[in-house]
């Protein structure tokens, strides 16, 4: 394991010396995120229609019921520069985008009043910072397509236009907005710098960037990191969706703050088995600053406008709810909410207050799989600050009660031991030799041990 680790920061310092980045710069992005970022995103439950005031109420949900836990960040999702969207999908026939003289899109007024007379997001982004929370947008990667067709100034250079640095190639299969930036035309990186000046002076702090990990588009993905170091801003950038390349792990990991690595996750079964199987290839490169993204939590009241199914509570049962958190917070992702937060009920918002669950979350290091197999799942880590080591024990079956153990010598505990369920579903326990747990399908256990 150590050579392993080893090999890995030997390939990551060679890709940042590869990309021009030098490591003083590649640190620097990462101190921006020192522990997985948590928030709200309003993609599972308002799709692309997500108005101010709903945006609004979920910042003063988020303020007075989950920032005491960490819980920050305020996240816009996708298309908020179009007019005339519709629930449950996008209008592609005839949208009405909303761009400045320069290509860049803007906020729609309709959704978004305070954007009114050239504002942007300054005042929406002003009403959550002074909530001691921070505001993040999402778009897709390249450049507008109707920039290019009006031929519109790129800011930043002496009479290029949007229609001299793009191509059709690589255009995304699913939302054809924009078209791909040609990295290496002049201009390209001023667009992108003059995208990033933008989103900065509006007090941005997180953006996620879509159509970017899956193909990898690397020469739009350093287009983009160098245009965000140029704010002098502490943007968080995500990329999105997946599935990453696992083969292009030392490339993100020294130029975005967290990546997906899987499609969207939503309320369905198959769902996460998928990401949890995928997930085993990027153990290695949870770290502080850079973090693999398993998705957004699409727990609650989701699906309101939504892409996916009508307006409903998670169709996962309890037991999958709880499954899905501890994966998510032992594996150390970021976690972005996506339910409609002031529709919480009292067990939403249990799955994420859970004060030991979001401590182990926060502090611990080391996360490791165990063994996967045969439906049987087990992950630990450990706190440094405290000494204690937590497991997590799943059976991802769907229909048998399994028994999953783990011999306490594999976590590097010697003699008896106190095991305390972090959800306190069972009681504490003393054990001597190994942790056992019968597992119902689809359900877990999250372990708390301390000798």
């Not at 970022?37 to 019921?65: F, H, I, Q």
């Not at 739009?220 to 390349?245: N, Y």
């Not at 199914?309 to 709810?321: I, Y």
Request: aromatic fraction near 10%; charge should be positive.
């Amino acid at each position: 394991m150590k050579t392993k680790k080893v090999t890995i920061l030997i390939a990551i310092l060679l890709t940042a010396l590869g990309a021009g980045i030098n490591a003083q710069e590649t640190m620097k992005y990462k101190t921006w995120a020192p522990i997985p970022p948590m928030g709200w995103n309003s993609w599972d439950c308002y799709g692309s229609t997500v108005e101010e005031s709903e945006v609004k109420a979920n910042a003063d949900y988020m303020a007075k019921n989950l920032k005491k836990y960490g819980w920050e960040y305020i996240v816009v999702d996708i298309r908020w520069f179009v007019e005339n969207d519709k629930a449950g999908g996008y209008n592609e026939k005839d949208p009405r985008y909303v761009l400045d003289e320069y290509g860049r899109y803007q906020p729609t007024v309709n959704r978004f009043p305070s954007s009114a007379g050239g504002k942007g997001f300054k005042a929406l982004a002003d009403y959550i910072h002074a909530k001691g929370l921070k505001f993040g947008i999402h778009i897709m990667r390249g450049v507008p397509k109707e920039a290019v067709n009006k031929k519109m100034p790129v800011k930043g250079t002496s009479g290029i236009t949007a229609d001299q640095i793009y191509t059709t190639d690589m255009q995304c299969q699913w939302l054809k907005d924009n078209y791909t930036i040609v990295a290496d035309k002049p201009g390209a990186q001023e667009y992108y710098n003059s995208i990033m000046e933008l989103y900065a002076s509006w007090g941005v702090d997180f953006i996620k960037i879509d159509d970017l990990s899956r193909p990898y588009h690397q020469d739009e993905i350093e287009l983009i990191r160098k245009a965000i170091d140029k704010t002098g801003r502490p943007i968080v950038l995500s990329t999105s969706p997946g599935e990453t390349p696992f083969e292009k792990a030392a490339h993100v990991s020294t130029h975005a703050n967290m990546w997906r690595m899987v499609d969207d996750v939503w309320d369905v079964w198959g769902h996460i088995t998928h990401l949890i199987k995928v997930a085993q290839n990027w153990y290695p490169y949870i770290a502080s600053g850079t973090w693999p993204d398993c998705d957004m939590i699409p727990l609650g009241r989701i699906a309101i406008r939504g892409e996916r199914g009508k307006d409903r509570m998670t169709r996962l049962t309890k037991n999958e709810q709880y499954l899905l958190m501890s994966f998510f917070t032992i594996f150390r992702s970021p976690l972005m909410f996506g339910g409609d937060l002031p529709s919480n009920d009292p067990f939403t918002l249990s799955l994420l207050t859970n004060q030991d669950v979001l401590k182990m979350h926060g502090e611990a290091t080391g996360v490791r799989q165990l063994f996967q197999q045969d439906g049987k799942v087990a992950v630990t880590s450990h706190n440094p600050k405290t000494g204690e080591v937590y497991l997590a024990l799943f059976n991802l079956n769907d229909k048998d009660a399994t028994e999953v153990k783990v011999n306490l010598s594999d976590l590097g505990i010697k003699g008896s031991c106190k095991v305390k369920d972090m959800w306190g579903l069972t009681k504490t326990t003393k054990v001597n030799s190994e942790i056992s747990r019968i597992l119902a399908p689809h359900s877990c256990a999250l372990l708390k041990i301390k000798n």
